[in-house]
T-cell receptor
């Protein structure tokens, strides 16, 4: 099935550092979503993007919908230990056959105090 | 409070047995989804349903079955035909005209 290419797969950073991760696809998307998953829990929605070029913030998190509609990135500024978890991008294709949400492979973030 | 409830949290199954995972939502969402998550992999779509009494196969539907008799409920049966069922299963729902999925807490299925 269709997949999003999310990178990096994992990151090990020091508390206070900024983090950047991105998702790319060969197809055009009309929606990009970013989720965070804590161990053993379901993903929680962080940011939703609906227009090409859109830049949206949620506290220390900032995400952008790429102008080509084929990519998106998520930045986390001044990381803290509770940022630890797996971050997923998700998207819905422009010419989608029925409402499927497609997910990236995830970026596992570890923060060292 | 509105939300999505998956049960049980942990489930153990003997090889050759069918098992059903429950997913209930009181958000009045039309669409519901089942995803499978394996370590180091993203979420893979098993089945989804956009309206009652209708559902479509996702990317990895083999060995699974679903029903959608009520708007609130979308149970997933893992059949004995699923050769590698040990995984974390996530249910999600989306309201009409939206793409923002809300997830349940997940069910961890282990075959013993």
């Amino acid at each position: 099935g269709q997949q999003l290419n999310q990178s990096p797969q994992s990151m090990f950073i020091q508390e206070g550092e900024d983090v950047s991760m991105n998702c790319t696809s060969s197809s055009i998307f009309n929606t990009w979503l970013w989720y965070k998953q804590d161990p053993g829990e379901g993903p929680v929605l962080l940011i939703a993007l609906y227009k090409a070029g859109e830049l949206t913030s949620n506290g220390r998190l900032t995400a952008q919908f790429g102008t080509t509609r084929k990519d998106s990135f998520l930045n986390i500024s001044a990381s803290i230990p509770s940022d630890v978890g797996i971050y997923f991008c998700a998207g819905q294709l422009v010419y989608n056959q029925g409402g499927k949400l497609i997910f990236g492979q995830g970026t596992e973030l570890s923060v060292k105090p | 409070d509105g939300g999505i409830t998956q049960s049980p949290k942990y489930l153990f199954r003997k090889e050759g047995q069918n098992v059903t995972l429950s997913c209930e939502q009181n958000l009045n969402h039309d669409a519901m989804y089942w995803y499978r998550q394996d370590p180091g992999q993203g979420l893979r779509l098993i089945y989804y349903s956009q309206i009652v009494n209708d559902f479509q196969k996702g990317d990895i539907a083999e060995g699974y079955s679903v029903s959608r008799e009520k708007k609130e409920s979308f149970p997933l049966t893992v059949t004995s035909a699923q050769k590698n069922p040990t995984a974390f299963y996530l249910c999600a729902s989306i309201r009409s005209r939206s793409t923002e999925a809300f997830f349940g807490q997940g069910t961890r299925l282990t075959v013993v």
